[in-house]
């Protein structure tokens, strides 16, 4: 049985996984209407993958015999200035996830939770993966400058993401 402050918390995980899809899939929309359909894609799929996150935890939740507790999910923003713009946020809020997923850590630690801080593991490498890649794709894009025609070979690229 998990205890009801790790319950709360992982509850409050879900939403802000379910929160990150979200994001991402304003920021395909973004792309998409700025015909960027590469970037759009490869938005797209990290919103699922996203989506999975939070399924993962709320499936956790339920096999330790605890209730799950779905929240509001916060609109996002729908307007960005830049592809550039897009992946410093993306950046910002894969660090700020990192964060909350060490968080969930320590408690889980200090809870003397040994099954939440072992399934937390997965999630604490996802995070360095994740950061990874939008730092990449961050570099990338200062690298070719933020100016559509150099940034269609970049574009092309993400679209490969399957």
């Given at each position: 049985m998990i205890s009801k402050t790790m319950e709360?918390?992982?509850?409050?995980?879900?939403?802000r996984e379910f929160y990150s899809s979200y994001l991402y899939l304003?920021?395909?929309?973004?792309?998409?209407?700025a015909s960027l359909k590469g970037f759009a894609?490869?938005?797209?799929?990290?919103?699922?993958?996203?989506?999975?996150?939070?399924?993962?935890?709320?499936?956790y939740i339920l096999a330790r015999g605890g209730k799950v507790t779905l929240g509001d999910i916060e609109a996002p923003r729908g307007k960005w200035t830049s592809a550039g713009k897009v992946f410093e946020e993306v950046v910002a809020h894969e660090?700020?996830?990192?964060g909350m997923i060490?968080?969930?850590?320590?408690?889980?630690?200090?809870e003397k939770d040994h099954a939440t801080f072992?399934?937390?593991?997965w999630f604490v490498k996802e995070q360095v993966e994740e950061?990874?890649?939008?730092?990449?794709?961050?570099?990338?894009?200062?690298?070719?400058g933020d100016?559509?025609?150099?940034?269609?070979?970049?574009?092309?690229?993400?679209?490969?993401?399957?």
């Open positions: 709360e918390a992982l509850n409050r995980q879900v939403n304003a920021m395909s929309a973004y792309f998409e209407s894609h490869w938005m797209r799929a990290q919103a699922t993958e996203e989506r999975t996150h939070g399924q993962k935890i709320f499936d660090q700020k996830v990192t060490h968080t969930l850590v320590e408690l889980a630690d200090k072992e399934m937390l593991q950061e990874a890649n939008a730092g990449d794709i961050l570099a990338q894009i200062k690298l070719v100016i559509p025609g150099h940034l269609f070979w970049l574009d092309h690229q993400l679209g490969k993401r399957e």
